[in-house]
C-alpha cells in the first residue's frame, strides 16, 4: 500500500495525495497514519512543497467527508432508524438515544472525530443523517483535518526515509482506541443479551413502534388516552 500510495503521488503530485487520503475516508482499511506521513515524505522529496502537501491531504480528507455526509443526507432518519431496527440486539431506542446526543453534541463530536482513528472515517455519516448545518460541517471538518494532518505530514516530512516510524508509534494510539472500541461492543452484547433473558425472550422492539395519544370525547372534558 505505501508503494502504491507512493507512486500514485509521484504520478499525480498533490491530486494524487488528495485521492489517497479521500479514499481514507471511503475505505477506513486505508490508514491516515500511513498515508499522511507518506505525504511528507513526498514533499520532502520536493514532489510537492509542505504547504502543498497541507494543501492536498487537507481538500482530499474534506472532500472525502463529504461524500459521506451526503450518503448519510441520502439515507435520511427514518431510513437509518429502520435499519438500526433489523440489527440484531440493538434497539431503535438505542438509535434515539444516539440521535439524542449528537444534537447536544454535534459540533465537538464532527471535530474532534477528526483526529480519532477509525472514527474520523464514520463521524461525517450521522452529520448527514442528522442535516447537520452544511457550512458549519465543512468548517469543522476542514479544522480537525488540518490539525490532524499537519500533525502526520510534517512528521514524516521531518523523518524523510524514516517516516515509517510515525505509523509505528501511531499505531500504538489505533490499537489502544480499536481494543475500547471491541470491549466497549462485547460489553454492550452482554449486557443486551441479560437484559432480552430476563425480559422473556421477547423478539419484538417495542420502540420500534410509536403509539400516537387517541383523543375520546365526553361531554364535559376532553382527554388523551394511550
Not at 491530486?15 to 498515508?35: K, M, R
Not at 505525504?39 to 492536498?56: D, I, Q
Not at 440486539?89 to 439524542?100: A, G, H, I, N, R
Request: net charge positive; glycine share 12%.
Amino acid at each position: 500500500m505505501a508503494g502504491w500510495a507512493v507512486e500514485l503521488m509521484d504520478t499525480l503530485g498533490g491530486v494524487g495525495a488528495a485521492l489517497v487520503v479521500g479514499l481514507d475516508n471511503l475505505f477506513p482499511p486505508i490508514p491516515s497514519e500511513l498515508v499522511l506521513p507518506l505525504a511528507g515524505f513526498s514533499a520532502s522529496k520536493g514532489v510537492f512543497t509542505l504547504a502543498g502537501a497541507l494543501f492536498w491531504t487537507t481538500l482530499g480528507s474534506v472532500v472525502g467527508a463529504i461524500i459521506v455526509y451526503l450518503a448519510g443526507v441520502l439515507l435520511g432518519q427514518e431510513r437509518t432508524r429502520t435499519i438500526v431496527g433489523k440489527i440484531p440486539l440493538v434497539k431503535v431506542s438505542d438509535f434515539d438515544k444516539t440521535e439524542k446526543w449528537f444534537a447536544k453534541h454535534g459540533t465537538k463530536a464532527v471535530f474532534f472525530g477528526r483526529m480519532i482513528p477509525l472514527f474520523r472515517s464514520f463521524i461525517s455519516l450521522p452529520a448527514g443523517v442528522e442535516k447537520m448545518n452544511f457550512a458549519k460541517f465543512l468548517v469543522l471538518t476542514a479544522a480537525g483535518s488540518l490539525i490532524w494532518n499537519t500533525i502526520f505530514v510534517v512528521a514524516g516530512y521531518q523523518l524523510g526515509e524514516n517516516w515509517h516510524l510515525v505509523d509505528q508509534y501511531a499505531g500504538v494510539f489505533q490499537k489502544i482506541v480499536i481494543g475500547a472500541v471491541a470491549v466497549a461492543v462485547v460489553l454492550f452484547v452482554i449486557m443486551r443479551i441479560r437484559k432480552k433473558r430476563k425480559g422473556g425472550g421477547g423478539d419484538g422492539d417495542e420502540d420500534a413502534t410509536q403509539v400516537l395519544p387517541r383523543v375520546e370525547r365526553d361531554s364535559e372534558v376532553t382527554r388523551p388516552i394511550r
